[in-house]
């Protein structure tokens, strides 16, 4: 069965930086295209950054410079660091096995002072 389980979103200042943490079980993580997303309310879910099985990474125009997805593949994890966070990047932030569409249950990020 497959699960992905984010954690490490939170209240945090304009200027500030959290890490994101998306653990994957139940398949052969280091095989696939992972990737973040986030959906802010009365908005759609739109994709912030994807990396694919062998480290090629994208990022979406808006977090280009100041956001950085990683993946473990000893540790089955895809992690996002975010710095500079903006009150606009509040929003669920949601770990996605791409090829599969499987989502994690997603992790509250709120950029405020």
């Known amino acids: 069965q497959v699960q992905l389980v984010e954690s490490g979103g939170g209240l945090v200042q304009p200027g500030g930086s959290l890490k994101l943490s998306c653990v994957a079980s139940?398949?052969?993580?280091?095989?696939?295209?992972m990737s973040w997303y986030r959906q802010a309310p009365g908005k759609e879910r739109d994709l912030v950054a994807i990396?694919?099985?062998?480290?090629?990474?994208d990022y979406a125009g808006s977090v280009k410079g100041r956001f950085t997805i990683s993946r473990d593949n000893a540790k089955n994890t895809v992690y996002l660091q975010m710095n500079s966070l903006k009150p606009e990047d509040t929003a669920v932030y949601y770990c996605?096995?791409?090829?599969?569409?499987?989502w994690g249950q997603g992790t509250q990020v709120t950029v405020s002072s």
């Open positions: 996605k096995l791409e090829s599969r569409g499987i």
């Open positions: 139940g398949f052969t993580f280091y095989s696939f295209t």
């Open positions: 990396i694919s099985a062998r480290g090629a990474l």
